[in-house]
């Protein structure tokens, strides 16, 4: 993967709303996905990975995610969330045997709004 | 409980005082990493080992260095810090597995700062 493009630094949502993050990636091989997601003062736990089969993806929390490859996006969703989610969420991205490394995002910041 | 442990959780240092950030891990993984966290670059990686005695630069190598003289230890060492090393640090490891589609464990994150 060359790059990874979260288009959103920051979103902002109410609670119990849904919300889409949105994840980009360049590649012209086969790919890994990964979301993860860092709650305040913690390291980054995954949430979802699509390594193959099913483009839909269930993940812990309630989190989904679709990966589309002809658009090359693995754009992330919850269909209502709670104040619990705000976290800074990170997409990654390895290509099918490459040299073990991951690619990415500059992560979203999920804001929940009372 | 498996897990990634980094000390110090939190540092205040001089430039050029030498320092290192250790970084230990209970699960027989085989890939360690060393990324650095700064606002609005995502997590930027700085060194990683696939194993004992095999360590590769990341992304940005400057001014660290790691050592793997054990499979469960890979502690980042700055000879000299800088302010620009001023971030906040993670270690991670993971199974090498049969690619790279293992996730990654990570610590707690070290903050330092330099002044």
């Known amino acids: 993967a060359q790059s990874v493009t979260q288009l959103d630094s920051q979103v902002p949502v109410f609670e119990e709303a849904p919300v889409e993050l949105r994840c980009n990636y360049s590649?012209?091989?086969?790919?890994?996905l990964f979301w993860y997601v860092q709650y305040p003062n913690q390291g980054l736990q995954l949430l979802l990975k699509y390594l193959s089969g099913s483009t839909l993806v269930k993940g812990i929390n309630g989190f989904e995610a679709e990966f589309n490859k002809s658009q090359t996006s693995f754009h992330l969703r919850k269909p209502s969330v709670h104040i619990s989610d705000t976290a800074e969420y990170f997409c990654?991205?390895?290509?099918?045997?490459?040299?073990?490394?991951?690619?990415w995002g500059a992560g979203t910041k999920l804001i929940i709004k009372p | 409980e498996a897990q990634v442990t980094q000390n110090p959780r939190y540092l205040i240092t001089v430039t050029g005082k030498k320092l290192t950030v250790t970084c230990s891990q209970n699960?027989?993984?085989?890939?360690m990493s060393w990324y650095r966290q700064d606002p609005g670059l995502g997590l930027r990686q700085i060194y990683y080992s696939m194993n004992v005695e095999v360590t590769d630069k990341g992304d940005v190598p400057e001014g660290y260095k790691v050592s793997r003289k054990e499979k469960r230890n890979f502690p980042l060492i700055l000879e000299s810090p800088s302010p620009n090393q001023t971030s906040l640090y993670f270690c991670?490891?993971?199974?090498?597995?049969?690619?790279?589609?293992?996730?990654?464990?990570f610590g707690d994150g070290t903050r330092l700062s330099i002044l």
């Open positions: 991670a490891s993971r199974k090498s597995g049969t690619g790279n589609d293992q996730p990654q464990h």
């Open positions: 990654a991205v390895s290509e099918a045997g490459s040299n073990y490394q991951l690619i």
């Open positions: 590649s012209s091989v086969s790919v890994y």
């Open positions: 699960m027989n993984h085989e890939y």
